[in-house]
């Protein structure tokens, strides 16, 4: 195996050991200082909205139990170490060659951001709210946090400039 840029590879864990894993492989990655090729250990997980005895609940859910994601650079060092941490079972892909994820396996597992949501807004640009309380409201963008992906919007309401926090897809630039 030959040195290469950092991939997103699945490992095969034992069943709910997956925390587990996580825990030890960062804990080797630390002790051995591997952390320039050992990027990133996930275990992705989703807030699900379950029903017992009549209450709501939202309690987190593995997304993959049984596997753990790893973002490395491939080579010997970090497959002998990833492969013989205590709960791995193997890397996904034939026999003892892992298959790094595809861009859109990434894309679709939520590892990356999609570029595409950033928007063309600046503070200071007008826009009109396309959904929700204030549909058809037009504001001064006072605000942006690209990585919440809201923007406050300063609105005029009773005469007085009250700022309100929208999603990108609420609103729409004023030509």
Same mark, same amino acid.
């Given at each position: 195996?030959?040195?290469? +840029?950092?991939?997103?590879?699945?490992?095969?864990? %034992?069943?709910?050991?997956?925390? !587990? =894993?996580?825990?030890?492989?960062?804990?080797?990655? #630390?002790?051995?200082?591997?952390? #320039?090729?050992?990027?990133?250990?996930?275990?992705?997980?989703?807030? *699900?909205? #379950?029903?017992?005895?009549?209450?709501? !609940?939202? *309690?987190?859910?593995? =997304?993959?139990? &049984?596997?753990?994601?790893?973002?490395?650079?491939?080579?010997?060092?970090?497959? %002998?170490?990833?492969?013989?941490?205590? &709960?791995?079972? @193997?890397? =996904?892909?034939?026999? @003892?060659?892992?298959?790094?994820?595809?861009? +859109? +396996?990434?894309?679709?597992?939520?590892?990356? #951001?999609?570029?595409?949501? =950033?928007?063309?807004?600046? *503070?200071?640009?007008?826009?009109?709210?396309?959904?929700?309380?204030?549909?058809?409201?037009?504001?001064?963008? @006072? /605000?942006?946090?690209?990585?919440?992906?809201?923007?406050?919007?300063?609105?005029?309401?009773?005469?007085?400039?009250?700022?309100? +926090?929208?999603?990108?897809?609420?609103? /729409?630039?004023?030509?």
């Amino acid at each position: 195996m030959s040195e290469t +840029e950092a991939l997103w590879y699945v490992v095969h864990t %034992y069943s709910g050991y997956e925390n !587990k =894993v996580k825990a030890n492989l960062e804990k080797i990655i #630390e002790s051995r200082g591997m952390q #320039e090729q050992i990027l990133e250990v996930s275990v992705p997980i989703q807030n *699900v909205v #379950e029903v017992k005895n009549g209450v709501k !609940k939202t *309690v987190p859910r593995k =997304v993959f139990p &049984g596997y753990v994601l790893v973002f490395m650079h491939m080579n010997d060092e970090t497959w %002998y170490v990833v492969r013989n941490t205590r &709960g791995v079972t @193997s890397f =996904v892909g034939p026999g @003892s060659k892992p298959v790094p994820l595809s861009d +859109e +396996e990434i894309r679709q597992m939520g590892l990356i #951001e999609d570029y595409e949501e =950033v928007i063309d807004l600046a *503070v200071g640009d007008s826009v009109r709210i396309t959904a929700g309380p204030f549909e058809d409201s037009i504001g001064l963008v @006072s /605000e942006i946090n690209q990585s919440r992906k809201v923007v406050v919007v300063s609105l005029s309401i009773f005469g007085r400039e009250t700022p309100v +926090e929208l999603d990108y897809v609420q609103i /729409e630039k004023m030509i």
